[in-house]
């Protein structure tokens, strides 16, 4: 089986290592984890231009809750991948 990674910031090292160990199995989409000037997401998921390469996919979303921040935007995230489908 084969899987699109999609990662959270600080995630990325470990994203890249899954690629490297298994090129065949795990395909690397990076995002932009970016806040607009009033402090809210703004968030560019890798792997969606200008090919969509993420519908009808198997998806690893690497997580990393270290604070509420990063979470609550982690799951903004998770919400959009579950309902793209």
């Known amino acids: 089986h084969t ?9 990325e090292d470990f994203a890249q290592k899954l690629v490297h160990a298994d090129p ?4 690397y989409f990076p995002t ?4 607009f000037p009033d402090q809210t997401d703004n968030i560019e998921i890798g792997g969606y231009h200008p ?5 009808d996919e198997s998806i690893l979303f690497l997580a990393s809750f270290h604070n509420n921040d990063v979470t609550l935007s982690q799951f903004h995230v998770m919400t959009m991948l ?4």
Do not use: D, H, L, V
């Open 82 to 85: 579950a309902e793209s489908f």
């Open 51 to 55: 090919i969509n390469r993420i519908r």
């Open 24 to 27: 065949e199995r795990f395909t």
């Open 32 to 35: 932009k984890w970016g806040k």
């Open 3 to 11: 899987y699109n990674i999609i990662a959270s910031p600080g995630m």
